[in-house]
């Protein structure tokens, strides 16, 4: 053999000698033959499942050639002593079934997840969806006098299902549970008008907001006037957002953010120096520890309640958390996410027409999606990973998304102009929107109520279709 010749190469074998052992089979095992040097050496003990052959006599390239060859070849055909084992393991073990692995029936189909990201398969197939969207509005209420104000903030649902909405200078409530609409009170003409609304966690206090810089907090139950908070604002109080019920927090079109204490005679606590221009929106997070102020001066601030300075402190500036220059328009729409407590949603204004998603924690933007419409407020829903946007120019409408994807589930339709404000039921199902075009809706947008809830809507609407 040549010494560059491949070792694998078949070679021709010489004539065999007399004395060499036949191949033969022994029970399922082919009998192996023992290797001995032309002098008698020890056999050798081991070979494996493949032989590589070295460069040596011809007796090692035939044992190569069997291991190779007849040795898979027996392999593949048991003794009948192993087949007659087999076919009883079968039998007794795996019921003559020939996957261990195997679902009796089709298995279940799986549910939508929560977090689909595939947003073609959506459009793709629209059976996807887990319910039927109204694409139009449940009812329709006429709201004379509503203001179209970008700064102002003058719908709110407590949660005694009752709906306050503020009309010039009236605050009416609608009792969804009763049927009912009232007028809670008329503020003069000097103070008016109303520019926020806000009710206390209890659902019975009320805060409201006026041009003329004062706070009222009125008795719902009673539609009496508890107390006036006069001395800290210069300017008109468009946005108000209760931490518990305690502490009331307002902003002015100067800019300027005051927490009230309702414990104490001197209510204003602390404050928050930050914007220069209009607070168009405020909202405190789930825990109370962290605050959400947008502003019309393009800034977006989050502030933690431990580092508020106290306001009767000279020449001290309280310290925000973030300051967030991302969007190019104002911030009015302000969600926190209720399944995942450091994360914040905030729209932009007709320049900027992003929602944007936040790490309170660390001022991190998530992600951002351009709506191609001026944001005017968002809802999380309470019981699904869905958000629910309101737009102005130029679309005039409301938004449904699948979080985190970011699709559009539905596309609302029912106002003629911008949608300024939304708010949500107690159950989380109903949502109220009102608009520039004097109309006050109502959308079971994220899910259908219960029935005595439904049936309270029902009764309302059919006795009522105007706000008097």
């Known amino acids: ?51 590589i052959p070295c460069r040596g006599t011809e007796e090692d390239r035939d044992i190569a050639r069997y291991l190779l060859t007849e040795k898979e070849n027996a392999a593949t055909a048991p003794s009948p002593s192993k087949g007659a084992y087999r076919e009883l393991l079968a039998k007794k073990m795996l019921g003559n079934r020939t996957r ?95 520019t926020s609304v806000s009710w206390a966690p209890d659902g019975r206090h009320i805060a409201v907001g006026l041009a003329s810089s004062v706070v009222q907090l009125w008795d719902s139950t009673s539609s009496q006037l508890l107390r006036t908070l006069e001395g800290v604002h210069e300017s008109g109080v468009g946005s108000l957002a209760w931490r518990d019920n305690k502490v009331l927090t307002s902003g002015d079109i100067y800019g300027k953010i005051v927490n009230n204490d309702m414990r104490i005679r001197n209510h204003a606590a602390q404050t928050y120096c930050g914007h220069t221009k209009e607070v168009c929106g405020l909202k ?79 001022g991190a933007c998530l992600n951002s999606v351009n709506t191609g419409a001026q944001v005017c407020a968002l809802l999380w829903s309470k019981n699904d ?7 102005g120019y130029d679309q005039n409408e409301l938004t449904l998304w699948k979080y985190p994807a970011m699709v559009k589930m539905a596309e609302l339709t029912g106002h003629t102009s911008r949608v300024l404000f939304m708010s949500q039921s107690p159950d989380g199902c109903t949502v109220a929107s009102a608009a520039a075009d004097e109309r006050l809706c109502f959308w079971n947008v994220f899910g259908t109520s219960k029935d005595a809830v439904k049936s309270s809507h029902t009764r309302m609407f059919n006795s009522y279709n105007h706000l008097r």
């Not at 190469?9 to 004395?19: D, L, N, Y």
């Not at 789930?286 to 000279?314: E, H, I, R, T, Y």
């Not at 991302?326 to 969600?335: C, F, K, M, T, Y």
């Open 1 to 51: 053999m040549d010494a560059g010749a491949d070792p694998m190469t078949p070679v021709k074998a010489a004539p065999r000698a007399a004395s060499r052992s036949p191949l033969r089979e022994a029970g399922a095992s082919p009998y192996m033959p023992s290797l001995r040097t032309a002098a008698g050496s020890p056999a050798i003990k081991c070979y494996g499942d493949r032989f």
């Open 100 to 194: 261990i692995f195997s679902f009796r029936n089709k298995p279940p189909p799986q549910p939508d997840s929560l977090l689909a990201n595939d947003a073609a398969s959506i459009h793709a197939n629209p059976a996807r969806k887990r319910r039927c969207i109204p694409q139009t509005p449940d009812r329709i209420l006429d709201a004379p006098d509503l203001a179209d104000d970008y700064r102002v903030n003058l719908l709110d649902w407590g949660c005694r299902n009752v709906l306050s909405i503020a009309l010039g200078n009236r605050i009416c409530l609608l009792d969804v549970s009763s049927g009912s609409i009232s007028e809670l009170a008329t503020v003069h003409e000097d103070d008016g008008p109303v």
């Open 385 to 391: 990973r869905e958000l629910l946007s309101s737009h």
């Open 284 to 362: 405190w997070s789930g825990s109370g520890k962290q605050l959400a102020s947008g502003g019309n001066d393009d800034l977006l601030f989050l502030w933690d309640v431990a580092m508020a300075s106290s306001v009767g402190s000279p020449g001290r500036r309280t310290q925000w958390l973030h300051r967030l220059e991302d969007h190019l328009a104002a911030v009015r729409g302000l969600a926190w996410c209720p399944f995942q407590s450091n994360m914040l949603a905030s729209g932009g204004g007709t320049n900027d027409r992003c929602i944007k998603f936040w790490n309170t924690n660390t």
